[in-house]
């Protein structure tokens, strides 16, 4: 729940002719929310133009005083844990998984690239949606932040002073005072992880796609070894990110990148990565930090294990993979599929990859100690994916009729729901139309809550 509604906040507020411009900013951005509503009912993904630019003139100088008045989140997370772990006993063992209320609303989710989480993050944006919940976005693009922990609060989108979020799923580097500025550090805090050698290989193949810049130090490797960039990198990593070199570092979307988003200091890559102490104490520091961290290569048990902590419905889980895998064809390149790295390889990249593999290593274990613990686990997990197959056959092919929905019965495992067809549309978002749906409810919400105060 958020604390104290917008209107509230706006009323307490000092000087009120700031706000009498942002509510005419505002009436720019409700215009604009109803040509973007006709684009998006059209089935048209619309151009963010317009849009942007009716928000940009509605900007003024006072966004400093939107943010940040409520500084003070830090609670004692691991009370908080335990009273999470408790909570999730009990709905378990209760005889009806399926009536659980007492959803829990306020959630961090710490998006790591390249490790299925533009799908998670999929999975939390219609949950916030469908319940008006508000989530901490950036203004433009995807990113709260990329190379550095801080949150600018002109990076995010408009809202009232001291206004407390629900939701964080937003690319970030996590760092836990920044983020409880915004949502309360009693906030469900969850992550996942995937094995670093694929998530590493993924992000290669990924950024080599999307994002070569030319002169970068990953442009010269690929170039050397365009023949076969998975073999060049297994044999010499450091050559397509200079782990000596600050700068480079805090720029490489290669190395630990997901410690890296995590809040791994990068600032001395090198002798930081060969400093056990150091991981370990990082290592300690993302368990005190997070209630949960969920693995992508178990990600069907790890949608179920977060609905049992969350108290959520299995529709509230339900996706179609998003930004699964890079679009073959943009490639100049030739990847190879099942690498089977030889052992000079292997020692090769444990070292390069110290810190995400020792994350990685301890998480794994926790994670399946923690699905053991869960009372008809995998019987649930065998419901889910059956129902997820039958929605991936829906969205497939929805019978072209208009009004056309795939009803899901009443089972031990579910209340009775249904998907229609905009409700898969919604699942195949990528990212970045995603964010944009969300961003433009949220901020017509907004501005709707300050002309009627
Ligand atoms: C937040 O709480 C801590 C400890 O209770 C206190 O030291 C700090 O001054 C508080 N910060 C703000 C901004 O209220
Ligand atoms: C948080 O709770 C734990 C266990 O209940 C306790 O040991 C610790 O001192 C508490 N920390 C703070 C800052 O209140
Ligand atoms: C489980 O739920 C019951 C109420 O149904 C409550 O009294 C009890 O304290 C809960 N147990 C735990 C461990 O939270
Ligand atoms: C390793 O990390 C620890 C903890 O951060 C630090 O105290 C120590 O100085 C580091 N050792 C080296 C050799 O950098
Ligand atoms: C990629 O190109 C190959 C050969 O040109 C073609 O058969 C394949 O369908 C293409 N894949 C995609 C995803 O477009
Ligand atoms: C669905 O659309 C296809 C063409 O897009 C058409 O051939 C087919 O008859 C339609 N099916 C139904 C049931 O309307």
């Known amino acids: 729940m958020t604390e104290g509604s917008v209107s509230e906040n706006i009323k307490k507020t000092p000087g009120g002719n700031q706000w009498s411009r942002l509510r005419i900013g505002g009436f720019f951005v409700l215009i604009a929310f109803v040509i973007a509503s006709v684009y998006v009912s059209n089935g048209i993904i619309f151009s963010a133009v317009h849009f942007n630019h009716a928000v940009e003139n509605s900007r003024n100088e006072n966004l400093n005083d939107l943010t940040r008045e409520n500084q003070n989140g830090t609670q004692n997370k691991s009370q908080e844990k335990t009273q999470i772990k408790t909570q999730s006993e009990n709905v378990s063992q209760s005889k009806s998984p399926n009536l659980v209320v007492d959803e829990i609303q306020q959630v961090i989710f710490a998006k790591v690239h390249k490790a299925a989480s533009s799908t998670l993050q999929n999975i939390l944006l219609r949950f916030a949606m469908a319940r008006e919940l508000d989530v901490l976005l950036p203004r433009a693009q995807d990113h709260i932040n990329e190379f550095g922990p801080k949150i600018d609060p002109k990076v995010l989108i408009e809202h009232a002073r001291g206004q407390q979020f629900n939701i964080l799923c937003n690319h970030l580097v996590f760092n836990a005072q920044e983020v409880a500025a915004y949502i309360p550090s009693s906030a469900f805090r969850f992550g996942i992880l995937r094995?670093?050698?694929?998530?590493?290989?993924?992000?290669?193949?990924?950024?080599?796609?999307?994002?070569?810049?030319?002169?970068?130090?990953?442009?010269?490797?690929?170039?050397?070894?365009?023949?076969?960039?998975?073999?060049?990198?297994?044999?010499?990593?450091?050559?397509?990110?200079?782990?000596?070199?600050?700068?480079?570092?805090?720029?490489?979307?290669?190395?630990?990148?997901?410690?890296?988003?995590?809040?791994?200091?990068?600032?001395?890559?090198?002798?930081?990565?060969?400093?056990?102490?150091?991981?370990?104490?990082?290592?300690?520091?993302?368990?005190?930090?997070?209630?949960?961290?969920?693995?992508?290569?178990?990600?069907?048990?790890?949608?179920?294990?977060?609905?049992?902590?969350?108290?959520?419905?299995?529709?509230?889980?339900?996706?179609?993979?998003?930004?699964?895998?890079?679009?073959?064809n943009k490639s100049k390149y030739v990847w190879?599929?099942?690498?089977?790295?030889?052992?000079?390889?292997?020692?090769?990249?444990?070292?390069?990859?110290?810190?995400?593999?020792?994350?990685?290593?301890?998480?794994?274990?926790?994670?399946?100690?923690?699905?053991?613990?869960?009372?008809?686990?995998?019987?649930?997990?065998?419901?889910?994916?059956?129902?997820?197959?039958?929605?991936?056959?829906?969205?497939?092919?929805?019978?072209?009729?208009?009004?056309?929905?795939?009803?899901?019965?009443?089972?031990?495992?579910?209340?009775?729901?249904?998907?229609?067809?905009?409700?898969?549309?919604?699942?195949?978002?990528?990212?970045?139309?995603?964010?944009?749906?969300?961003?433009?409810?949220?901020?017509?919400?907004?501005?709707?809550?300050?002309?009627?105060?």
Request: aromatic share 12%; net charge positive.
């Open 336 to 453: 190879r599929r099942d690498v089977q790295p030889d052992t000079i390889q292997l020692r090769t990249f444990k070292q390069w990859a110290a810190v995400d593999i020792a994350l990685y290593e301890h998480f794994l274990p926790e994670f399946l100690k923690k699905i053991k613990k869960e009372h008809l686990f995998h019987e649930e997990v065998a419901a889910f994916k059956e129902v997820r197959s039958n929605v991936a056959d829906f969205c497939k092919n929805p019978r072209n009729s208009t009004g056309q929905v795939l009803n899901i019965p009443d089972s031990r495992w579910t209340q009775k729901f249904s998907v229609s067809v905009s409700d898969c549309e919604v699942m195949r978002f990528a990212e970045a139309q995603i964010v944009q749906k969300a961003r433009i409810q949220q901020l017509a919400r907004f501005y709707r809550s300050q002309r009627l105060s």
């Open 195 to 328: 094995d670093p050698l694929s998530q590493a290989l993924s992000a290669l193949q990924y950024y080599t796609t999307y994002y070569l810049n030319p002169g970068t130090t990953m442009w010269s490797a690929v170039r050397k070894y365009a023949r076969d960039p998975v073999k060049g990198f297994l044999d010499n990593p450091h050559e397509f990110c200079n782990e000596r070199s600050a700068y480079e570092t805090q720029r490489c979307t290669l190395d630990n990148r997901m410690s890296m988003d995590l809040g791994f200091d990068t600032s001395r890559m090198f002798q930081s990565k060969r400093n056990k102490t150091k991981i370990q104490e990082f290592v300690s520091q993302i368990e005190r930090q997070f209630d949960l961290m969920l693995i992508s290569e178990y990600f069907d048990e790890s949608m179920v294990l977060l609905r049992r902590y969350l108290h959520w419905q299995m529709k509230d889980i339900i996706y179609l993979r998003v930004n699964a895998a890079v679009a073959e």
